[in-house]
């Protein structure tokens, strides 16, 4: 079965830099994810694709700041330089046979 | 631009129906596969329903199947979700968005409210 796993919650400091993890169920480790970001009380926003080989494409108008990677089973998103509208939630989402997957999110907070 | 409206949430009563709208512009949507993506209060993104570009396939989730039908008018570039028999755990907001190329796009969503 096709499961995404994240962490519920992240920080960091303002500037500071962090890294979300989502990682997929055994058997998928090839799979290509998408992150995608809500702010609060907003809807989501398209961030990136990241593949398995580590390659990572991002949307429309998304900061150099947000960048993507891969080792293995887990896919991974970072956010440098942190400002304060980065804090959201943040969800990784796949591809099944029939159907988007998504991850469970993780809030990531600005100290 | 690209630019996804949904339309049609508002409170219904157990059993009830609702039609949910997205219309779409900014893209060819005729081209692409969409999708209805539903957020429960304080919870977390879950997959709804998908149909195909030409509107032939549709697939669904096991909560929903048998009670949601998906579907568009490419010529109204408009998608939407008929949602019957509805109960307390489809309060959600409901979110369209179009699928990946190179892409995902999505509305701002509609919230839907199963209360007596």
């Known amino acids: 079965q096709l499961v995404l796993t994240q962490s519920p919650s992240a920080s960091a400091s303002l500037g500071g830099s962090v890294r979300l993890t989502c990682i997929l169920s055994?058997?998928?480790?090839?799979?290509?994810i998408a992150w995608h970001q809500q702010q609060p009380q907003k809807g989501p926003r398209y961030l990136m694709t990241?593949?398995?080989?580590?390659?990572?494409t991002k949307g429309d108008g998304i900061p150099d700041r947000f960048s993507g990677s891969s080792s293995g089973a887990e896919r991974y998103l970072i956010i440098s330089s942190l400002q304060s509208e980065d804090e959201a939630d943040y969800y990784c989402?796949?591809?099944?046979?029939?159907?988007?997957?998504f991850g469970g999110g993780t809030k990531v907070t600005v100290l | 631009e690209v630019q996804l409206v949904e339309s049609g949430g508002g409170l219904v009563q157990p059993g009830g129906s609702l039609r949910l709208s997205c219309i779409a512009s900014?893209?060819?949507?005729?081209?692409?596969?969409m999708h209805w993506v539903r957020q429960a209060p304080g919870k977390g993104l879950v997959w709804v329903a998908r149909?195909?570009?030409?509107?032939?396939?549709?697939d669904y989730a096991d909560s929903v199947k048998g009670r949601f039908t998906i579907s568009r008018e490419n010529a109204k570039n408009t998608l939407r979700l008929q949602m019957n028999s509805l109960r307390g755990e489809d309060t959600a907001v409901y979110y369209c968005?179009?699928?990946?190329?190179?892409?995902?796009?999505w509305g701002q969503g509609t919230l839907v409210t199963v209360s007596s």
């Open positions: 968005a179009r699928d990946l190329d190179p892409n995902i796009y």
């Open positions: 900014g893209f060819t949507f005729s081209s692409y596969w």
């Open positions: 149909i195909s570009s030409d509107g032939r396939v549709t």
């Open positions: 055994s058997g998928h480790n090839d799979y290509t």
């Open positions: 990241v593949n398995s080989d580590g390659s990572h």
């Open positions: 989402q796949t591809w099944g046979t029939a159907e988007w997957v």
